[in-house]
């Protein structure tokens, strides 16, 4: 049986509206009046996630792939940051690179610039999201930054300084894709307590080596005295590949990139046509089956 489902955000729960179908809200709460755990596991910090579910349903968060880990109760029950010595080594590449970079912290997101900031995440959006044009893209992203609890910064010497503020998670963007990544890559791989993952082709996600969606799940399940043959992780992308490779049954959205579809036990529909929803109505009725079984 099937006890904890942790699903992904951005390709997967959320469709290209960047909405949580009505579907995909119903089968969560059905699969929590089943007794199934439902999580979020997203490279989101909590104040960026908690807005999409609109009180329509109360899970338990990993977050920044994992750098924070929440309950239902909202309360934070594992902190994994980078290291200062690390994350100065990483903000430095991107300096020298003129590359364009957030920082995620214990204090909120910081970035250098509206304007990219803007450009970047509407450039994501149109990325996961095909059938969306670029312009509509940037209007939505225009307002929800207007809600966003950003806080912008001239640069970042104070913040990676502060003893104080942690740095959970770093985070760059660039529409070139393989011609920057492939070679940040192989200069910040020889990094050894940092992991670089992706939740967008036009994006690398920098977090601790301990912050992984799938060392969080586990770590979750574990406490909550589930077995791993009983978690189910859905997701779309790479920086849910520790997760779905961890669980026990991990699933494939049907826009997942080769990679993650490669490595799945299970698929699923669209994030546009509530693939979210259909597995966990497939999970529901199998448990119902093996439970009859028992």
């Known amino acids: 049986m099937i006890k904890i489902i942790a699903s992904d955000m951005d390709g997967t729960l959320l469709n290209e509206k960047m909405m949580i179908s009505q579907k995909n809200i119903e089968a969560i709460n059905q699969a929590t009046a089943n007794g ?74 910081f970035s250098n610039s509206l304007e990219k900031r803007t450009v970047s995440i509407a450039q994501l959006l149109n990325v996961l999201n095909p059938t969306t044009t670029y312009e509509k ?88 005295g589930v077995k791993p043959e009983e978690v189910m992780a859905i997701g779309d992308n790479m920086n849910d590949y520790s997760m779905i490779k961890a669980a026990g049954v991990g699933v494939a959205m049907k826009n997942a990139v080769p990679e993650i579809a490669a490595i799945a036990d299970e698929h699923t529909d669209t994030n546009v046509n509530d693939g979210v929803a259909k597995i966990i109505e497939k999970v529901i009725q199998n448990n119902k089956t093996v439970g009859n079984c028992e």
């Open 137 to 224: 893209a940037l209007a939505d992203t225009k307002e929800v930054l207007k809600h966003a609890k950003t806080i912008y910064v001239d640069n970042y010497d104070e913040i990676l300084n502060d003893e104080n503020t942690k740095v959970m998670k770093l985070l760059v963007f660039d529409n070139r894709q393989d011609e920057i990544f492939k070679p940040l890559k192989a200069s910040l791989g020889a990094i050894d307590d940092i992991v670089i993952t992706s939740s967008s082709p036009n994006n690398l996600e920098i977090n601790s080596v301990d912050a992984q969606k799938g060392t969080a799940l586990m770590e979750y399940a574990k406490q909550k």
């Open 36 to 109: 199934i755990d439902f999580l979020i596991a997203s490279g989101r910090q909590l104040d960026e996630a908690k807005p999409f579910l609109m009180n329509k349903f109360h899970p338990g968060y990993i977050t920044l792939n994992g750098a924070e880990v929440y309950n239902k109760d909202e309360k934070l029950v594992s902190s994994n940051p980078v290291s200062k010595t690390s994350a100065h080594k990483v903000a430095n590449y991107m300096e020298e690179h003129n590359l364009y970079y957030e920082l995620i912290t214990d204090r909120g997101v």
